[in-house]
């Protein structure tokens, strides 16, 4: 409705009430199942109860959050990184050995391996459960591998691999052709390595990451060459 005084018109809403406080009732105790609060308006109190969270509301939100969280860390490890531990002086003196290695799992969903870059590999002569290796990667796919007087060659061109301790001990290899779809893996160090020149060229799907950092033991952080 309205009402005219004088010249001026004003508007009343018959169920408005005038602005206040809001402001709980009392501070709420533990064991209580409702809070209470109230709203002051001109002397009126309006009581609104709120219902309290009940310990079973509280453990659902909880373990949902675990689970998230579970979920969240188990598709991490297995897409996009994980952490790995060197065994044994094959990748000497790149890797020592018990160093813990920081593997990128999420580089080979976007592209294929490359010559040089130290990997982690499922072992092709376990059957029946998942053992790793780390190697580097020494050949592609169509690549030819041959070792002439104790030197390695790709392709026909002499490998420069500053990485290793010294000369090969075996003095001819091949020279062989890698498959489609296959890599061929070597130890960095060669006389102490067992790798493609023993079980051959291995196949895409076992080659699960790259090598990208050693994080263990303290003081020897470094990078992966």
Known sequence: ?????????RFLDENAL?????????????GDHMRQFTTEHSGHHDAVQV???????????????????????????????????????????????????FVNRAVYWLR?????????????????KTVYLVKRVIG????????????LYRNGELVEEP?????MALESYGPEKVPEGRYFVMGDNRNNSTD???????????????????IWPPGQWRKVK
């Open 18 to 30: 005038p602005l206040g406080r809001f402001h709980p009732v009392s501070k709420p105790v533990r």
């Open 163 to 167: 990485y290793i301790p010294g000369p």
């Open 1 to 9: 409705m309205f009402t005219n005084k004088g010249s001026k018109r």
């Open 51 to 101: 219902p309290a969270r009940s310990w079973k509301a509280e453990l659902r939100d909880w373990i949902k959050s675990v689970l998230v969280a579970l979920v969240l860390v188990i598709l991490i490890h297995q897409f996009v990184f994980n952490l790995s531990t060197v065994k044994g002086h094959s990748m000497q003196p790149t890797l020592e050995d018990n160093e813990m290695l």
């Open 112 to 128: 294929d391996p490359y010559a040089g870059e130290v990997v982690i590999l499922k072992d092709p002569r376990v059957k029946g």
């Open 196 to 214: 493609s020149r023993t079980f051959g060229s291995v196949p895409e799907d076992h080659i699960k990451g790259r090598a990208e950092w050693v």
């Open 140 to 151: 592609l796919p169509g690549d030819t591998i041959e070792i002439r007087d104790h030197l």
